[in-house]
């Protein structure tokens, strides 16, 4: 059980560093950068909505697939459908903050906000058991 949690925390791990790299290679992140806010305007609105809205379609999709799992089954019986569940979920999160880096660098405060709710979803034992019980 331990060997597959470790698996899907590596997993998660990659993920979170490549995005942080990325960040700081193509987004060339400074403070300065930082502390200005982007304008909003009527065609830049949707790259402010849109990790809202990965973030409640991400989670939205994890739970569905996790309702699938019969709850009679083992933690351990269950684990591959929380591995997908949670690949599919960090996929999602991963996805829009690249879309932000690459098509609007204005905004790179939401795909870093992004960045950190994706490395506070790292995959433990406990949030496991959590997130079969709701």
């Given at each position: 059980m331990t060997e597959k949690i470790k698996t899907l925390q590596?997993?998660?791990f990659a993920l979170c560093a490549g995005l942080i790299v990325a960040?700081?290679?193509i987004g060339e992140?400074?403070?300065e950068?930082?502390?200005?806010?982007?304008?909003i305007d009527s065609s830049s609105i949707v790259f402010a909505i849109?990790?809202?809205?990965?973030?409640i379609m991400?989670?939205?999709?994890?739970?569905?697939?996790?309702?699938?799992v019969d709850r009679n089954l083992k933690l351990e019986d269950k684990l591959p459908v929380y591995q997908t569940a949670s690949i599919i979920r960090w996929a999602i999160l991963e996805g829009v903050a690249f879309?932000?880096?690459?098509l609007k660098p204005d905004f790179l405060i939401f795909g870093i906000l992004v960045i950190i709710?994706?490395?506070f979803l790292r995959p433990t034992e406990e949030k496991i058991t959590n997130d079969f019980s709701e």
């Open positions: 590596t997993i998660h960040y700081f290679v992140i400074s403070v950068k930082l502390k200005t806010i982007p304008t849109i990790p809202f809205l990965a973030i991400a989670n939205f999709l994890f739970k569905s697939q996790l309702k699938q879309i932000i880096l690459i709710y994706l490395i």
